[in-house]
């Protein structure tokens, strides 16, 4: 006989199998119960018939408590009824792991309480789900990437210096100096792309930010391509087929989890057609005054999240923002060729009110003008000597961008909170467990 996972059921239909499992839920009559079973890869029924197996077998499985863990034997069958499409008609029970008590039942749970539990509410359906369309997010991203000529450089998570400024930056000592962690890895990119060419990263960041919203972490994965000898334009196609990629990756091998999300696939699929629409800053203020939605909008203002909405409904497609101000935008981006208040940029904004998922710009090149910049910015000099020293030795134009994961995680499964999409949240008022 052999020991399965769930997941490969169906290509043991009619036979008998064994497989290690916990006990999600149960139902039973006085001569049938019916055991919600779980594996880490799948979730399906058990059926023990009383007339079948027997009456101590029978007590037994009746008596079997939320999340105990077991073995069971059985024969699988289809099931045509579930989402899952097999089930297991069960001849023996081996007990493992005891569980007395579980904390999390199936009635409703208030959302503090899921949280303060974060450990074991990982292992219900809907955060199966989320983890295993997030682990397909990330394997699909090493996909991409390496199909397209780039090769995965690692940034540094403790930073001597702060490229966006220090308001935003967990503070810590390094030894006797101070240090701060990552909040971007761009910059080492930066490097990395004038050594090798196309990279990118893919680590954890860091935002001390006092922002509870539902799209913001304090802590979130980011993906970091940077692309030498590269203007804006090709890198926008980059990032749209990077994302098409994504959702694509998503459709082709989470089927499954989708509808254990009640996620409609063929909302989706309209995400994998390209290109993705493209407008000016300029265009977007004008079409957000238009609305009469946003008060008295002035050019010049950062969006926030109503403003990234109502323009990415309006497209029903992700919306390509391009040349924001310079004036909210970091010091690095390249200045445009004709006008002196706007910068090569574009930030990629999902529908469905997800705001946005991407930043990114073609870089500045000219050393002069950077150095300007970082004064500008109040940073100090000295921490950038190595950054200026791209554009002394052989400076390409180039350009690059930075995902968040959990943000186009979120997008992507249709939740409602960022927090679900990472498995332990660090958010403004948490960090347990
Ligand atoms: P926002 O204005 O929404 O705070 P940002 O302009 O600070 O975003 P960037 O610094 O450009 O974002 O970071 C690049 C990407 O990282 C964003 O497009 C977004 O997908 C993600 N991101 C930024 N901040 C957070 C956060 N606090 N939690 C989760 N993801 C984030
Ligand atoms: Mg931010």
Redesign the pocket.
């Given at each position: 006989m052999d020991t399965i996972n769930i997941i490969d059921a169906k290509n043991h239909v009619d036979q008998e199998v064994k497989i290690g499992v916990w006990l999600t839920n149960k139902r039973s009559s006085g001569k049938i119960a019916f055991l919600q079973l779980r594996d880490g890869t799948a979730y399906f029924q058990g059926v023990v018939v009383k007339s079948v197996v027997g009456e101590e077998l029978f007590k037994m499985a009746k008596e079997l408590r939320q999340e105990e863990s077991f073995y069971v034997t059985g024969t699988i069958h289809e099931d045509a009824r579930s989402h899952f499409g097999y089930e297991i008609e069960i001849s023996g029970i081996e007990k493992v792991g005891a569980s007395e008590d579980y904390p999390i039942t199936p009635k409703e749970h208030g959302v503090d309480f899921l949280m303060d539990h974060r450990h074991l509410w990982l292992r219900s359906k809907k955060q199966f789900a989320i983890m295993k369309i997030r682990n397909e997010m990330i394997r699909a991203t090493y996909e991409f990437f390496n199909r397209n000529g780039f090769i995965k450089i690692d940034a540094p998570i403790l930073t001597g210096s702060a490229p966006e400024g220090t308001t935003e930056l967990f503070h810590t000592k390094y030894f006797d100096r101070d240090a701060y962690l990552s909040q971007?890895g761009q910059l080492y990119e930066e490097a990395g792309a004038m050594a090798y060419g196309k990279v990118f990263s893919f680590g954890p960041t860091f935002?001390a930010?006092k922002s509870k919203t539902r799209?913001?972490?304090i802590e979130?994965w980011?993906i970091e391509p940077e692309m030498a000898f590269m203007h804006q334009e090709q890198s926008l196609e980059i990032q749209e087929r990077y994302v098409a990629f994504l959702v694509q990756g998503v459709l082709d091998n989470c089927q499954y989890e989708l509808k254990l999300l009640n996620r409609d696939p063929k909302v989706l699929e309209k995400y994998t057609k390209l290109p993705y629409p493209r407008i000016s800053y300029d265009e977007a203020i004008k079409m957000l005054q238009d609305s009469g939605k946003f008060g008295d909008l002035e050019w010049g203002v950062d969006f926030g999240s109503p403003e990234e909405t109502y323009l990415a409904e309006h497209f029903q497609l992700p919306v390509f923002v391009m040349n924001y101000p310079k004036a909210i935008k970091p010091f690095y981006m390249k200045p445009h060729p004709t006008r002196d208040d706007v910068v090569i940029c574009a930030?990629l904004l999902a529908p469905e009110g997800y705001?946005?998922?991407?930043?990114g710009s073609e870089r500045a090149v000219d050393p002069q003008y950077l150095t300007e910049q970082i004064k500008k910015a109040g940073l100090n000099e000295a921490d950038y000597e190595w950054y200026l020293d791209l554009r002394r030795y052989g400076s390409v134009p180039h350009a690059g961008f930075?995902?968040?994961l959990?943000?186009a995680i979120t997008w992507i499964t249709g939740e409602e909170h960022?927090r679900e999409s990472i498995p332990f949240p660090r958010l403004l008022n948490r960090i347990y467990p």
């Open positions: 971007s935002r930010e799209r913001h972490l979130f980011m930030d705001g946005e998922i991407i930043g930075g995902l968040g959990e943000r960022i």
